[in-house]
């Protein structure tokens, strides 16, 4: 059996899901992985703060480097979360030797490639399977167990914030807002809900599943990002209606060597494993062209799920350490940037409801608008009679993006046209 002393850069949410399961899975980590883990060390800003947990004063400390030069620490774990203190204290932990593991998925969606290329030089191991989808092992099935595979497609709810509140938004029929309210009451959103509602988590997430499902560098910033605020309750009741869910996905596609890497709220088809995803569970779909269709469902947060994917990597770590294959865990591909592409060259379904005068010839003349332009319709919906402005949804085929904003720039232009009050992404089942 071979013990293993680690140290702890932070002790939130997560540094304490670390130590309890340690504590309480103790015999099965030595039972299952032949491993003692030992947390010798810990991080934390405020040394006389109340945690759920309080160890002893003699295992915490405000200075990072007890940690990162301590030469009986063979792991370091970064679970202080944000970005220029994270990466630096990554960074001198790696100069160090040490084998390194975080939780970071903004850190490294936005400086994976350098840490990992770093980690890589120095001869260290560098995981971070907790930073997407918390508990689910969805990195290690994709660098590991899929590695046989050319992944085409990756689909997934990576974000459980947004699923819950899209999920009370469509049990409900609640607004954005007072299911927001309801979130953060119950802690699942944050007083500040940006990164969440906005896509901006889920897109880090996405970043890091397509360099690594897809074998190829993938800037953050390419990633197309749109989040859940403009959801309302009419559009949830259109897409019932229509046999659909609806989901914040964060989907990328791989067609032709170029890749498509979109987050966005989609309507999908309720009969997609993915629209039965609910609350704040994550869930992550994949299509490999050996396996065909995967799916991986769990805890996407909290404090022991995550630590569940966190120990997951020390135990790696600790298995590899006499035999590294550090190039495993890389985000850079220098030889093999695939093309992606922009957002007007991506190809999906659309739902877009136009709010217009209850007027003859209106429908005809938006549908004809839409075969002009090489757009084909499946589904539309005209209610209302009547009132001033009345409601007109149209549902298209796959089509691409430059196809269906052009029409709509046409159709803005009608007298008749008062609105276009929303457009939703469509991932039907061919
Ligand atoms: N929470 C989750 O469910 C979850 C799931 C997946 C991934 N993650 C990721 O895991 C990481 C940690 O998340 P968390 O929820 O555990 O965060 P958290 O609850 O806010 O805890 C952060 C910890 O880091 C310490 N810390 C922060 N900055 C520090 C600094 N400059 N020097 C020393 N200590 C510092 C804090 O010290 P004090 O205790 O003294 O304040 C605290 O103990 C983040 O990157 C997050 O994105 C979290």
């Not at 299952?32 to 945690?51: C, F, P, Q, T, Y």
């Not at 350098?114 to 969805?138: C, F, H, N």
């Not at 009679?385 to 029409?407: M, Y």
């Not at 008062?418 to 457009?423: D, F, I, K, M």
Request: proline share 3%; net charge negative; glycine share 8%.
């Amino acid at each position: 059996m071979e013990k293993v002393k680690i140290g702890l850069l932070g002790f939130g949410t997560v540094g304490q899901g670390v130590w309890k399961t340690v504590r309480m899975n103790r015999d099965d980590l030595i039972h299952n992985a032949g491993l003692d883990v030992e947390i010798s060390k810990i991080l934390v800003r405020d040394m006389g703060k109340d945690r759920e947990i309080n160890p002893d004063s003699s295992f915490l400390t405000t200075n990072p480097l007890d940690i990162i030069e301590d030469e009986s620490i063979q792991i370091v774990v970064e679970l202080v979360g944000g970005i220029e203190e994270a990466k630096d204290f990554l960074e001198k932990a790696i100069e160090k030797g040490k084998h390194v593991v975080t939780a970071n998925k903004a850190l490294l969606a936005l400086h994976g490639k350098e840490l990992t290329e770093k980690a890589e030089k120095r001869g260290v191991q560098l995981r971070y399977e907790a930073s997407v989808a918390g508990g689910i092992p969805i990195l290690h099935a994709i660098r590991e167990s899929l590695s046989a595979n050319r992944i085409e497609k990756i689909m997934g709810i990576v974000n459980g914030t947004t699923n819950y509140i899209l999920t009370r938004m469509s049990r409900e029929g609640i607004s954005f807002d007072e299911a927001l309210k309801e979130a953060q009451n119950k802690g699942y959103a944050e007083a500040d809900p940006t990164a969440d509602v906005d896509g901006f988590d889920a897109a880090h997430k996405l970043t890091i599943l397509a360099s690594l499902g897809f074998k190829s560098g993938v800037d953050f910033e390419q990633v197309y990002c749109e989040g859940i605020r403009r959801m309302t309750p009419t559009d949830i009741e259109y897409a019932k209606e229509l046999g659909f869910a609806v989901k914040l996905l964060a989907i990328g596609t791989e067609r032709e060597g170029k890749l498509e890497l979109r987050v966005h709220p989609t309507f999908i088809d309720e009969d997609h494993p993915l629209a039965a995803v609910n609350d704040a569970f994550n869930a992550v779909f994949i299509e490999g062209n050996a396996v065909g269709e995967l799916m991986f469902y769990g805890k996407g947060a909290g404090d022991m799920p995550t630590a569940s994917a966190v120990l997951g990597d020390i135990i790696n770590v600790s298995r590899n350490q006499h035999h590294p294959n550090p190039q495993a865990y890389r985000l850079d591909f220098p030889k093999n940037r695939k093309h992606i592409m922009s957002m007007e060259e991506t190809q999906t379904g659309y739902y877009i409801r136009f709010m217009v005068k209850d007027s003859p010839g209106v429908l005809g003349e938006i549908a004809s608008t839409f075969g002009k332009n090489g757009v084909s319709l499946s589904s539309v919906i005209q209610k209302g009679e009547g009132e001033e402005s009345v409601p007109l949804v149209f549902i298209t085929h796959k089509t691409r993006e430059s196809a269906v904003q052009k029409t709509i720039r046409q159709i803005q232009k009608f007298d008749a046209v008062t609105e276009v009050a929303n457009l939703i992404r469509v991932e039907a089942l061919s």
